[in-house]
């Protein structure tokens, strides 16, 4: 199976002690964000964990503990943007985190880690030219060091219209015009765009609209197949082809606070959230409470033990 650690906030960033105590105990309870007396308790176990798939935007707390994750699979999507701490207030600086990038694809393998450069906004500062000026110069950077680069642009969401209220959705000419170039700029780096969420307009141009975080994606860096039980797939249904379930993050719980952040309400809500954290707890957030109903996660490996060629 595979287990995400990034859908609902970034925990390479601020939460690797915990993360690295859950790894050595061997397990991980996940509160339900619905229905908040429903607790999943997943293993964190190689034989049945075949892939950790991690979202951040910073690395490098994790790298002193890669020694932990050998026994898995794992896929790292990195988030790296131009963008100023007007709009992500504690990102850390992209220099640092493009080197940080470098040294996990080392580790990890080209197979195993993707750039997301997104979510793409236009205003009066950050114009198409603007983009793709500040993309090319990235891509530059780290060639050689993937292959996959993910694109997508603004959602307006109900919290990013709350956090964001000057944000505006980019025009189809523009998504068309930034996709071609960008397309263009990391073919001549060694990337395939990969449009998340995006529809299918880019294909013309050369992207590849199957997914970000797709089957494909895992069996790339896992180098087998993998026998996907029916009935897995997106949450977002018709949007995409990702396989995004079973995340042991919690909603409004990153310190971040990027503008337009779809998994945070608020900022002080995080902040008051942040506060709850204990790293030995084995929750992210908070600890058992009395009503609680743990149930185990039903767990196997999906490897079917072929060669992927890729």
């Not at 105590?21 to 429903?38: E, I, M, T």
Request: net charge neutral.
């Amino acid at each position: 199976m595979i287990i995400h650690t990034g859908n609902r906030t970034d925990i390479p960033a601020f939460y690797s002690e915990w993360f690295v105590n859950r790894l050595k105990a061997g397990f991980v309870l996940v509160r339900n964000p619905y229905n908040p007396q429903s607790v999943t308790r997943f293993r964190l176990d190689p034989s049945v964990v075949d892939l950790i798939a991690f979202c951040t935007k910073n690395p490098g707390p994790m790298l002193p503990h890669m020694d932990l994750l050998k026994p898995f699979g794992q896929y790292w999507f990195v988030t790296i943007t131009p963008y100023g701490r007007d709009i992500e207030p504690n990102v850390p600086d992209k220099t640092k985190v493009m080197e940080d990038f470098k040294a996990l694809s080392k580790i990890v393998g080209i197979d195993s880690i993707g750039w997301r450069y997104d979510p793409i906004f236009l205003d009066e500062k950050r114009t198409v030219e603007w983009h793709l000026e500040q993309f090319e110069r990235m891509a530059k950077n780290l060639a050689g060091y993937t292959k996959t680069c993910v694109i997508s642009f603004i959602d307006l969401y109900k919290k990013v219209e709350r956090n964001f209220p000057e944000a505006r959705e980019v025009s189809r000419e523009d998504r068309l015009r930034l996709g071609k170039e960008c397309i263009r700029i990391a073919a001549e780096n060694g990337m395939i765009i990969k449009p998340c969420a995006e529809g299918t307009d880019l294909a013309q141009f050369g992207a590849d609209c199957s997914g970000c975080m797709t089957q494909a994606t895992f069996e790339t860096a896992l180098h087998t197949h993998l026998n996907v039980p029916k009935g897995t797939g997106t949450q977002r249904k018709g949007a995409c082809a990702c396989i995004l379930g079973s995340d042991i993050g919690a909603y409004d719980t990153c310190g971040h606070l990027c503008k337009y952040c779809y998994a945070n309400t608020d900022s002080r809500l995080v902040l008051e959230n942040m506060k709850k954290h204990n790293p030995e707890s084995p929750f992210l957030l908070g600890e058992l409470m009395p009503d609680d109903v743990i149930r185990d996660a039903e767990q196997f490996s999906w490897i079917d033990g072929q060669q992927y060629l890729f």
